[in-house]
């Protein structure tokens, strides 16, 4: 449900996130800037479930803001402002306009999920030859960029080859952020192993200004972009514990939810102890990173 904001106009809905252009001194939408506002919504399996978790917005906004800070010598961001409408203080920020790269950018360190499952049918993630012998847990003998399509909501995401970025983006954005990417993940696992965090793999989004210059946009290393492990239980030979919706998915695909996956149909509502669980795993990813103590 979008909100009424004075001052704003609605523009987009995704997912998880709303999007409203600030109003000129002429009444129209302007073109330069947005206000981004994360929901409490919470997707899964390309589903928008009807289930919410409380203070997710929040979570998801401030991480960001922190990911930032710490990305800042590497990647400039979007961001221009944290002064937002009261309705949405804490969970929205005011950003530049973009023009968006067309890709989904993921990089892996870890070998699970999606990306386990092509390298058990192919030997390879996104065109991306691994070594044999690989399980499910194990650490990458190095980062690889796994792009894929950006689907419209309700529809897959596509594994993508390099090439196929290249030729959809042209070889020089394709390297560029291909190598950002990378560097974001080998970055991000440099600051949060010593707070107890692997970051298996993370999605990041890319904007580029009228200049060229690439800019970080959208949201960063937050539970719903990147997977989250525990250091301390991580084994590899089964799927890992986990800060992110991870535990979302698993309870879908559970005898206890009594959803069948591949049958088209929506997803059943979230039981109250798994949207309670759900929110304690996003508000500890945060504090553990951050060291700060989460405030709506």
Not at 18 to 39: F, I
Not at 44 to 68: H, M
Not at 130 to 156: C, S, W
Not at 222 to 227: A, L, V, Y
């Amino acid at each position: 449900m979008t909100l009424t904001l004075p001052g704003f106009a609605h523009v987009y809905s995704g997912k998880v996130r709303d999007l409203y252009a600030p109003l000129g001194d002429d009444g129209a939408p302007r073109t330069d800037r947005l206000l981004l506002v994360a929901s409490d919504r919470i997707s899964a399996y390309d589903f928008v479930l009807r289930s919410q978790i409380p203070d997710k917005g929040a979570v998801l906004t401030q991480l960001s803001l922190w990911w930032f800070d710490q990305l800042a010598d590497l990647v400039p961001n979007q961001i221009v402002s944290t002064d937002v409408p009261e309705q949405v203080a804490g969970r929205a920020v005011l950003v530049e306009r973009l023009d968006m790269v067309p890709v989904e950018c993921i990089a892996r360190a870890y070998l699970t999920g999606g990306g386990l499952s092509e390298y058990e049918r192919d030997g390879a993630v996104s065109g991306v030859e691994l070594p044999a012998g690989l399980v499910d847990g194990d650490r990458l003998p190095k980062p690889v960029f796994t792009p894929t399509t950006k689907a419209p909501v309700g529809e897959h995401d596509l594994p993508m080859t390099y090439d196929e970025v290249t030729a959809k983006v042209g070889p020089d954005l394709a390297a560029r952020v291909r190598d950002l990417t990378v560097r974001i993940l080998d970055r991000s696992n440099e600051i949060a192993a010593p707070r107890g965090i692997l970051i298996a793999d993370t999605k990041v989004e890319f904007g580029v200004r009228a200049d060229g210059e690439i800019v970080l946009a959208d949201e960063v290393l937050t539970p719903d972009s990147s997977r989250f492990w525990p250091a301390v239980s991580w084994e590899p030979g089964h799927p890992q514990a986990s800060y992110d919706k991870q535990y979302v998915r698993d309870w879908l695909t559970s005898p206890a939810s009594g959803w069948d996956r591949a049958s088209g149909e929506e997803p059943p509502e979230l039981p109250q102890d798994v949207v309670g669980q759900t929110r304690d795993r996003y508000v500890e990813a945060y504090e553990q990173l951050t060291g700060r103590t989460f405030r709506p």
